[in-house]
C-alpha cells in the first residue's frame, strides 16, 4: 500500500488522512463508526455538559516521537497569541469548565505558558493539567525550574512515559528519553508530586508501542509502580491509558508498516458501547492554536471543525449552544471506544 507521505509531501496534510480513513471501497470489510453505532440502536453522538477545556497551545517540541498524533517537533513554529489565550481566561471565567487541560507540542517551550497558567489560576476553573514529555525539563536550564513553577500553581502533571523500561520508552520516544524521563521524575517527586502530598498530582500516560489496544489499565498501573519504585525509587499517582488513534505519525507508521488494516480490524472487533457515555468528547471544548473548537484532539488534527452555528472560536464559546449538539465521528474514533476505552483522562469504563 503506497505511504501517505508518498501521496503528499506535506504529511501533515489532514485532507490527505481523512480521504484515507474514510474512503469508500478501500477498506470495505471495516465500517464507518456511525454504522457501527446504528448497529447497537445508537443515533447520533451528542454532547453533554461541557467541563474540560482542551487547549493546545502550540505544536513546537522538543522530541518527535513516533507516534505523536500532533506532528510535533522542534521545528514546528504554529503557536497561540496571547490574545488568542485572553479569549481562553474569558472561557475559564464564565464558571463552566472544571479542568483547564493544556496541551501541545510541548507546552512549556510557549513564551507565554507561565503566564497563561498563572491568569487561569486566578479563575474559578477547579483543576490545571499541563501535560508535559518529562524530557523537557532536562532540555534547557530555563526550564528547571517548572516543578517549582507547577507547585506553586497547584497544577496537576500529567507526563508522558510509555514502558517502564528504557528499549520500548527509546524506541517510540528517541534515544535516552527513558533515563531523561527518569530524572525528571525524580525532579518532580523531589517536590512533592506522587508523594501523596494534597494538591501535587502526577499522572504518568501511557501509550501502546506498536498496532495494539493498551492493557486494563488498573493492572498496568501496578506494574507502572512496581517496577518504578523497585528500580528507581519514582512514585507516581494514576497510570492514564491512551490507545494510539490512527491520525498523523502513528497512521502512518500502520500504512508503512502493513498494520493499518488489522489495527482497525482489531478496534472494530473490541468496540464497547459501554465506553460511549464517558467519551471526551461529550464533555471536553478541544481548542486549537488559532483558536478554533473542535470535538477532540483528534478531530483538530484532522481539521474537522465543531459543527455549531455561531460558535467556530472560543472567544464565541457558549455553554447553552454547546449542549446537546451532533459530535463529528469518522473510522479514527474506532480507537477511543475499543476495549475499556480511551480518553485523555485514561480508560473511559
Known amino acids: 500500500m503506497k505511504s501517505l507521505r508518498a501521496i503528499n509531501s506535506k504529511w501533515s496534510d489532514p485532507e490527505v488522512q481523512v480521504r484515507f480513513l474514510e474512503r469508500e471501497g478501500a477498506h470495505e470489510h471495516i ?22 477545556l482542551q487547549v493546545n497551545i502550540g505544536y513546537q517540541c522538543n522530541q518527535t516521537c513516533k507516534h505523536c498524533h500532533v506532528d510535533a ?13 485572553e479569549d481562553c481566561i474569558r472561557a475559564l471565567e464564565t464558571g463552566c ?10 507546552p512549556e517551550m510557549h513564551s507565554g505558558f507561565r503566564r497563561f497558567v498563572a491568569r487561569a489560576a486566578s ?6 493539567v499541563v501535560r508535559s514529555n518529562l524530557t523537557i525539563l532536562m532540555a534547557n536550564p530555563v526550564y528547571a525550574d517548572l516543578p517549582e513553577f507547577f507547585k506553586m500553581y497547584g497544577v496537576r502533571v500529567c507526563s508522558s512515559l510509555p514502558f517502564y523500561s528504557s528499549t520500548k520508552t527509546d524506541r517510540q520516544r528517541g534515544e535516552g528519553v ?6 525528571a521524575l525524580k525532579m518532580l517527586n523531589a ?4 508523594m501523596g502530598v494534597d494538591g501535587l498530582r502526577l499522572d504518568l500516560v501511557y501509550n501502546p508501542s506498536g498496532a495494539f489496544c493498551a492493557a486494563p489499565q488498573d493492572q498496568l498501573e501496578k506494574e507502572f509502580k512496581s517496577v518504578l519504585e523497585k528500580d528507581y525509587g519514582i512514585y507516581f499517582d494514576r497510570l492514564l491509558t491512551i490507545n494510539n488513534v490512527p491520525v498523523s505519525r502513528f497512521l502512518d507508521f500502520l500504512i508503512e508498516s502493513g498494520n493499518f488494516e488489522d489495527y482497525l480490524d482489531k478496534l472494530v472487533q473490541n468496540f464497547n458501547p459501554a465506553t460511549l457515555a464517558g467519551l471526551m468528547c461529550r464533555n471536553t471544548v478541544s481548542v486549537d492554536w488559532q483558536g478554533r473548537l473542535f470535538d477532540c484532539d483528534f478531530n483538530q488534527m484532522l481539521q474537522l471543525p465543531k459543527q455549531v452555528e455561531g460558535m467556530d472560536h472560543i472567544r464565541n464559546f457558549s ?5 446537546d ?4 465521528t469518522g473510522r479514527h474514533c474506532f480507537a477511543c471506544t475499543a476495549g475499556l476505552g480511551s480518553s485523555c483522562q485514561g480508560a473511559v469504563v
Open 123 to 128: 479563575t474559578p476553573v477547579a483543576e490545571i
Open 97 to 106: 469548565f472544571e479542568m483547564l487541560d493544556i496541551t501541545g507540542g510541548a
Open 191 to 194: 517536590v512533592g508530586y506522587g
Open 325 to 328: 449538539k451532533k459530535i463529528i
Open 319 to 323: 455553554k447553552e449552544k454547546f449542549r
Open 31 to 52: 465500517p464507518f463508526f456511525h454504522s457501527k453505532l446504528q448497529d447497537h440502536g445508537i443515533g447520533l453522538l451528542k454532547t453533554d455538559r461541557p467541563s474540560i
Open 178 to 183: 527513558f533515563m531523561k524521563s527518569i530524572k
Open 73 to 85: 517537533g522542534p521545528d514546528r513554529k504554529e503557536k497561540m497569541s496571547e490574545e488568542i489565550m
